[in-house]
Structures are given as C-alpha cells and as structure tokens.
C-alpha cells in the first residue's frame, strides 16, 4: 500500500510583519483519496488579492497550480484541470485547496502565495 504525505508550509515572506499566512499542518492520505488544504490570512483580506497554491514535487522545480481572484473565480495550470479546486472562506479569511483522486505524484510542498501588490497594481 502506498501512502501519500506532505508538509505544507506559508510561502509569504512578509515586508510589512503584521501580514502572514499560515498553511495547515502535514497530512498522509492514501491514493484515490481527497484532501483539502488551508491557508490562514492575517493581515489583509483574502479576497483582496489573487492567491496562488504552487507545490514542489521531491526534487523537483516549484510548479504552479492555480489562483483565485478576488471575484471568487478559480483559474487553474490546464495540465492540472480538473485535478484541483480553489477556494476562500472570507467569513474566516482562509484559502483552501482540494486536491482530488489524490495520487502518489501529488506527493509535494504546496504553499499558498499572495499576488504582490506591485503586480497588482500593474495589471489595474
């Protein structure tokens, strides 16, 4: 039997220290099984952003998943469609992400990132 387990760990490295995220604890999980992952926001509202989940396979360069924006629309890497779902609770202004049908090569850091402001600002 295999077993699928990953840390997940907040990727925001803060310039103003009053804004963080923090991911949920490691999780094992078995193949064909789903998860949900979660990101704490503090700081800001998580609806003010467009924010990201990337994950580093083992060895493996970061990969990019997906985003929501701050209409609450999900737009995702098209090799991963359908893999994933990304969404926000902005009652508790927390991010998750679903992973679904869960397989071995899903094994990964995922972090969640918060769009800089600087692009942002750029694509206004």
Known sequence: MHWVSWPIG??????DCQVSLTSSD?????PGESVTL???VSGFSVNSYWMHWIRQKP???????????TGSTAYYAQSLQGQFSITTDTSKNMLYLEVKSLKTEDTAVYYCARESQLLKRLQD
């Open 59 to 69: 060895g493996k360069a970061l990969e990019w998943i997906g985003y929501i924006d």
């Open 26 to 30: 490691s999780v094992v999980k078995k």
């Open 10 to 15: 907040a990727d925001y490295a803060c310039i």
């Open 38 to 40: 979660s990101c704490t």
